[in-house]
Structure formats: structure tokens, C-alpha cells
């Protein structure tokens, strides 16, 4: 471990002047075009050259093109173009592309999706982590992009939260243990210690940078609610939220993102304490911190305010999807009236300069001879492979009778339910569209997880009208793949009263307009149709596997009872095939919950005595060899 820090820190060292020496000639508006990241939809790249500036990102679903590597290519080398003319208004400092690439470069067609967090959460496979790292990495080079909002430490404690699938578990412990390696897959980088000791560790030549979220809290809300309040004394703050960060940061993650929810009612974004003190203070953070999207309007009603209060509070580089040039102008003019001291703007471009050169940016080629881009290992068999096994060692097994399982391959099964035969569901939110889609059309390459059983077991049959006429005559087995459909933030919450808050985020304004998921964790209440097709195969004695492809652990009583077995699939992604290699006895179930599961939704939070409520405890997972 002392060799990788003696070789690296000549070049921490090296990297760190050079930012500086560049800081030195950059002027004012130089420097606050760094600051600013727009949407790609909404610059283009003479703006990015005119306006000097330092990120363009994509929201979820926003796509060039055709939505295929190449387009992304294309896209990117446009603005690097741009942004590296030189000539005595504008310096050559290369563009820093973000994509939310949380499970695999989700937003492409045809990438490898792996399965969302929560259900990596349950393999607790650390080296399977930055494996998935690393090849998440190659297909976001392969698309010439070089940064990916990913990982989520979020600690997630309420399962009504819509983002819990992106959570790994309600145990900052494990989020903790996987915190460094996914940082490390993702940055292809070893420099354990670097990133506290002497600037940043450098990012490997395929690595991307990496970006921990949503600095913090953002799993501890009230209720589950997105964007919500967390109310915790320091102390429980640290325990539960802060403590993945400190790994992250040891391993030298870049970059931070800010969350938008509070801590005890102030915004995290203008505050000074978590983000200067805490973050870049205590825990020695020396990378750059970004806003989340349009996190800055809420913070005042007037936006010139706004903007002080996150700048002060120590945000590095900001997400203004369209509002880029009000913000540009609301930092000029506050740096101008000495709202915002100019010593906070160098801190800030220095940070991003630092990382641009850590991560290489300035001695790599354009984006399309870039020896990544356009890779064939783009969605390739060997990446799928990882995602199968990320699938296979994911699933919880949760009750198993008679035997049932593993399932004979020359058995007559029967595959029903709504997500037996839909790749866009089982990859959930953040897939293609922001929101995630449906159906089978936009899951460029994969298997859903009927083809996958297709694959291993010829005599089963699909029935989409749930079996309905089915009998034990002509069926050994079913199979029912149960859940949810996919959602995304605030729009998966599950809330008792009022609507999802419109305003930041990538929802559109309009208050009242958006409905969150549901008001009930009850899968019963939410989508009724699968019990009934769980309970009327089993009433004509057809012994059913229910699979459950969900976001979340669900209140799932009745769909349990009617069962011979039931499986937690999480969100398992483009790799539906994973979950017959367990269901047919090649791989044994190995996945442990990676939340408590509830037995009914009042009280289904990690709130200490909560346990009674408690169906199947944090860490549980049946085995067929322990049962056979
Ligand atoms: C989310 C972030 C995401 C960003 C960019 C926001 O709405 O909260 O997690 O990285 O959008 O898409």
C-alpha cells in the first residue's frame, strides 16, 4: 500500500500545480463558465466555447441522436472541440461530460444494465461490486463520456422513499464496505489513501470519475419522502449517512453531489457546516462538489440570493439544466458586489481543475479517437456475463415448500404475470428514460426473465392471460413474476397524502400535477391483478413460484401465503436470464436482504422498535442446500 502512495504523489503533486498555474490566467467569467454545468438540450457547443463552460451533462432520457454509442461519441467530441480552442478570449480546458450511469450506462441503447442497488445489496459480493465498476466504466468510455453521477451512499431507511432501489442497504455498514470498491471499479484507480493524504489519486485509463450522492441524508427523510427532511442529531448523522463518504473518500472518489433534502429543515445545499466544514473540513474532501438539479432555485425566493447561499456554502460546480445564463450572471454579479468572495471562485476552479487533470482530461485525444470510444465491449457477452452473476447471487429466496424448488428443467411450467416478459420493467427507473419504460422494444440486447426460463426449460409455456384456464393436468409448476413497474425519485414514493413536489428535480413545474407511486406498500392494494393470478393457479393445486420484481421489499402477506415459494428479484436489469440460473439449480440461492422486510407498512421504516413489524429480518435468505 506505501508503494502505490510513494508512486503517486509526484503526480498528485504535479496535477495540483498545474491547476494552479492555469487558475493564474483564467479571468472572472472564465472561471464561473467552469462553475456552470447546462443540459445538453438546452447548449450547444459554440455556447460552451462562448460561455467558457466546464460541464454539460444529461438527464435521465436525454438522448443524441439515435441513442447508440456512436451518437454519443459524436455528441461529445462536438463540445470537446469547442471547449478546447485557444485563442487570446478562450483557454483550451477540456469539457467534463456527466450521464447518471447508476447500474450500467443506462440512458444507451443496448448497454449492459445491471441489477439496481438494493440488489446488489443483497450479494454482498464486494469484488462482484468493482467488477461491476469496472465495466460500467468501459461503456460509459465507449460512449466518449468521462463522468457518472454514480455511486448512491444513500442509506435508505424508509422503503416508501422511491429511491430506495438505489440504495444497497439500510446498514451503513454495507454501504460503507462497498463505498471504496465501487469507487475504485468506477475510477480504475488503487490509490487507497490519496485522495485524504495528498490530492487526488488519478483516475486509470479506463476508469471514469466517479461521484458519491447525495451529500447527506438523503435516505434518512421523514417518511420516505423524496427531497424530504432529515432529523437526526450529529451524531446519528455520522452513524448512519456520513459514514460511506469516509470510504468513498479514502478511495478517492472526485466528485460530490449535493443532496435535495434537508438536514432538521435546512437545505443541504446552503449548508455551510456539511458541505466547507464537515465535508471539505473534517473529512478532507479534495475534489469538487456539484449541485443536484436545479437545487439551488428553492434555497431563496429571489435566485441572485439563491446562488450566494450555495456558492458560500462551499458548491464547487453547478447543475443548471436551463437556467445557465440567469446563474451566470447572478455569480458575476454577486462576486462583482463582493457577495461571494473571489478566494470561494478560485477554491471552486481550482477543485475542477485538479480533477480534469487527475482524471487525465487534458492528455486525452477528442472523444472519437479516444481508444474507449465506440468499444466493442459495448454491451458485449463479456459485461452481460458480470450482470448475470450480479443477478444470480441477488436473489433472496424467501419461502420454500414441498420442495418445489430448484424447478425440473423438463418440467411443464407456466410463466405468468405481468413482469414475466418485460425487460423495461424488471431494469426499472433510470433506464433509457429517466422514468425507465416498459415493454420489451427499448431494451436493446438482454433476456427478460421468460426467456431466460424459455432458455433453460423448452416445455414452458408464457401465458399472458395469468393461466386463467390452467390445470394441474397440464401444468407441474408455475412461475408468476410479480411487482411493481418502474418509477423513478419522487414519482416512486409512496405517500399517504400530497402530491410529489414539483420544482427541483427533473419534474416539470405544476404543483398538485404529480402523483407519487402509491399511498400503501401494499402490493395487494397497488396491483391487485397479481394476487389474483398467485392465488388462482394455486387454487387449482398448481404449485407457484412467485417471483417479485420490485424497487423495494413490499408488504406481500397474501401473494406469500398463496405460494409455494417466493423469490425477491429487486430490479434485476437487462440480464433476465440470471434469475433461471438460480430457479433451475445451476447456482444456489445466496442473496441475504439487504433491508428488513415488512409485515405491514405503519412502522415499516429501520426506526429503533420497529422490529415486531419485521416479516423477515436485515441479512435473511433461505438456501436449497440448507433445505434439501
Ligand atoms: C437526481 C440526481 C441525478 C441528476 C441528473 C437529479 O434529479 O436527483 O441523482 O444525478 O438528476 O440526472
Known amino acids: 500500500m506505501s508503494g502505490t502512495k510513494r508512486v503517486g504523489l509526484p503526480h498528485t503533486a504535479e496535477r495540483a500545480e498545474r491547476a494552479r498555474r492555469l487558475l493564474a490566467r483564467m479571468t472572472p467569467a472564465q472561471k464561473i463558465g467552469q462553475m456552470t454545468q447546462p443540459e445538453r438540450l438546452h447548449i450547444t ?16 432520457g436525454s438522448t443524441p441522436g439515435r441513442n447508440r454509442p456512436a451518437d454519443w461519441v459524436a455528441m461529445n467530441d462536438a463540445y470537446w472541440a469547442a471547449s478546447m480552442e485557444e485563442d487570446d478570449r478562450h483557454l483550451a480546458i477540456p469539457i467534463l461530460y456527466g450521464v447518471d450511469a447508476i447500474h450500467g450506462n443506462g440512458n444507451v441503447l443496448g448497454a449492459t444494465i445491471f441489477p439496481h442497488n438494493i440488489g446488489l445489496g443483497a450479494t454482498r459480493d464486494a469484488d462482484l461490486i468493482e467488477r461491476i465498476g469496472r465495466t460500467t466504466a468501459r461503456e460509459v468510455l465507449a460512449a466518449g463520456v468521462d463522468w457518472t453521477f454514480a455511486p448512491t451512499l444513500a442509506v ?105 433534502s434537508a438536514w432538521n429543515g435546512e437545505k443541504c445545499h446552503a449548508h455551510r457546516q456539511l458541505i466547507q466544514d464537515v465535508l471539505k473540513g473534517r473529512l478532507g474532501f479534495r475534489g469538487f462538489v456539484v449541485s443536484d438539479w436545479n437545487g439551488v432555485e428553492p434555497l431563496a425566493r429571489a435566485y441572485d440570493d439563491a446562488i450566494v447561499m450555495a456558492a458560500n456554502a462551499g458548491i464547487d460546480m453547478f447543475m443548471v439544466p436551463e437556467s445557465w445564463r440567469e446563474f451566470i450572471a447572478g455569480l458575476t454579479h454577486a462576486v462583482e458586489r463582493g457577495a461571494v468572495p473571489m478566494e470561494r471562485i478560485d477554491d471552486a476552479v481550482e477543485r475542477i481543475l485538479r480533477v480534469k487533470f487527475a482524471c487525465g482530461l487534458f492528455d486525452r485525444p477528442r472523444p472519437r479517437v479516444r481508444p474507449g470510444s465506440n468499444g466493442d465491449c459495448f454491451g458485449s457477452r463479456e459485461h452481460r456475463e458480470v450482470a448475470r452473476e450480479a443477478v444470480r447471487k441477488s436473489l433472496v429466496l424467501l419461502k420454500h415448500e414441498g420442495g418445489v424448488l430448484p424447478l425440473d428443467r423438463s418440467a411443464r411450467i407456466l410463466v405468468a404475470g405481468r413482469n414475466a416478459h418485460d425487460r423495461g420493467r424488471q431494469c426499472g427507473g433510470f433506464t433509457v428514460e429517466w422514468q425507465g419504460v416498459s415493454g420489451n422494444d427499448r431494451i436493446v440486447g438482454g433476456t427478460s426473465i421468460w426467456e431466460g426460463i424459455r432458455a433453460a426449460a423448452p416445455r414452458a409455456q408464457l401465458c399472458t392471460n395469468g393461466g386463467a384456464r390452467a390445470d394441474t393436468a397440464d401444468f407441474d409448476a408455475a412461475i408468476v413474476v410479480i411487482g411493481e413497474r418502474p418509477y423513478a425519485e419522487g414519482l ?48 387449482r393445486g398448481i404449485p407457484v413460484v412467485a417471483v417479485l420484481v420490485s424497487g423495494r421489499p413490499m408488504v406481500v402477506n397474501d401473494e406469500l401465503a398463496a405460494s409455494t415459494a417466493f423469490v425477491a428479484a429487486w430490479l434485476p436489469g437487462s440480464e433476465g436470464v440470471g434469475v433461471a440460473d438460480v430457479l433451475f439449480g445451476d447456482h444456489d440461492f445466496t442473496g441475504r436482504l439487504p433491508f428488513s422486510w415488512p409485515r405491514e407498512m405503519r412502522g415499516a421504516n429501520s426506526a429503533p422498535g420497529n422490529d415486531g413489524r419485521v416479516l423477515f429480518p436485515l441479512g435473511y435468505g433461505l438456501r436449497l442446500g440448507a433445505v434439501e
Open 45 to 60: 457547443p459554440a455556447q460552451v466555447r462562448a460561455h467558457h463552460i466546464g460541464s454539460v451533462l444529461s438527464g435521465g
Open 156 to 260: 435508505a431507511r424508509d422503503p416508501r422513499w422511491g429511491r430506495t432501489y438505489e440504495s444497497y442497504s439500510e446498514d451503513p455498514a454495507l454501504v460503507t464496505a462497498y463505498a471504496d470498491r465501487i469507487v475504485k471499479g468506477l475510477q480504475h484507480s488503487n490509490g487507497r489513501g490519496e485522495g485524504v493524504a495528498a490530492g487526488l489519486a488519478g483516475v486509470g485509463p479506463e476508469g471514469v470519475v466517479a461521484c458519491a450522492k447525495h451529500w447527506v441524508g438523503d435516505g434518512g427523510t421523514a417518511a420516505g419522502v423524496d427531497q424530504g427532511d432529515t432529523r437526526a442529531d450529529e451524531d446519528e448523522l455520522h452513524r448512519l449517512h456520513i459514514a460511506p463518504y469516509v470510504a468513498a473518500i479514502e478511495a478517492g472518489v472526485h466528485t460530490v453531489m449535493v443532496s435535495l
Open 492 to 539: 416512486g414514493d409512496i405517500r399517504e397524502e400530497g402530491p410529489v413536489r414539483a420544482g427541483a428535480s427533473n419534474l416539470p413545474p405544476g404543483p398538485g400535477a404529480l402523483r407519487p407511486y402509491g399511498d400503501t406498500l401494499e402490493l395487494a392494494t397497488l396491483h391487485a391483478g397479481d394476487l389474483r393470478t398467485v392465488r388462482g393457479l394455486a387454487a
